[in-house]
């Protein structure tokens, strides 16, 4: 089955700077890749998706990138913000396997 | 707007118990889901349908079995709790079909097992 590898576990940032979080499955038949933010004490919402058809989406200052070749995507977030602090989970496959999910701490 | 809502919050059970938790969805999703939440683990499947009275089995069925009679409300069983079950459970649901995969959370059981 589909097995998704997520890194960094935690990443602290300042406020203004870019995170990258970065995930590689191992199924190359996943088609699906959604990122999910979790706030503390809140429960998983979906910031951004993208298919095995498109290289890169973005949506404001949120982007995912998608390697096929390499199996990996990627999450992006440009001037970060302390509203960004969340833990991050990247997912592949239908059904969904998730990731581990990254801490993500901006600093202001 | 979808409410994906659970049964409880909280929920404290001695070892050996049969427990119970259910979710509910109002939007006619055809697929619901759930999953347990550990630190370090991320979201792990154990088990999701299709449709009423479907059940798949996802990662970690392992002590665990589900029912789904009736299209909005999917329960988790825990036929005899034990302590390693102590952990943070969520529900979801979802459209089916080839539109959208996106999964609406419900808030989540906290269980913990003595």
């Known amino acids: 089955g589909e097995n998704v590898e997520q890194h960094p576990s935690t990443l602290s940032v300042q406020e203004g700077d870019s995170a990258v979080i970065k995930c590689t499955y191992s199924?190359?038949?996943?088609?699906?890749f959604p990122w999910y933010k979790q706030e503390l004490g809140k429960r998983p919402q979906l910031i951004i998706d993208i298919r095995s058809n498109v290289g890169e989406k973005k949506d404001q200052r949120i982007a995912v990138t998608l390697n096929k070749t390499a199996k990996h995507f990627s999450l992006h977030i440009t001037e970060t913000q302390p509203e960004d602090s969340a833990v991050y989970f990247c997912?592949?496959?239908?059904?969904?396997?998730f990731g581990a999910g990254t801490i993500l701490r901006v600093k202001s | 707007d979808v409410k994906v809502t659970q049964s409880s919050r909280y929920l404290v059970k001695r070892t050996g118990e049969k427990v119970f938790l259910e979710c509910v969805q109002d939007m006619d999703h055809e697929n619901m889901f759930w999953y347990r939440q550990d630190p370090g683990l991320g979201l792990r499947l154990i088990y999701f349908?299709?449709?009423?009275?479907?059940?798949e089995k996802g990662d970690i069925p392992e002590g665990y079995s589900v029912s789904r009679e009736k299209k909005e409300r999917f329960s988790l069983i825990l036929e005899s709790a034990s302590t390693n079950q102590t952990s943070m459970y969520l529900c979801?649901?979802?459209?089916?079909?080839?539109?959208?995969?996106?999964?609406?959370f419900g808030p989540g059981t906290r269980l913990t097992v003595t």
């Open positions: 997912a592949a496959s239908i059904p969904m396997v």
């Open positions: 199924d190359s038949a996943s088609n699906y």
């Open positions: 349908s299709y449709d009423v009275k479907m059940k």
């Open positions: 979801a649901s979802s459209l089916s079909g080839l539109a959208t995969y996106e999964q609406y």
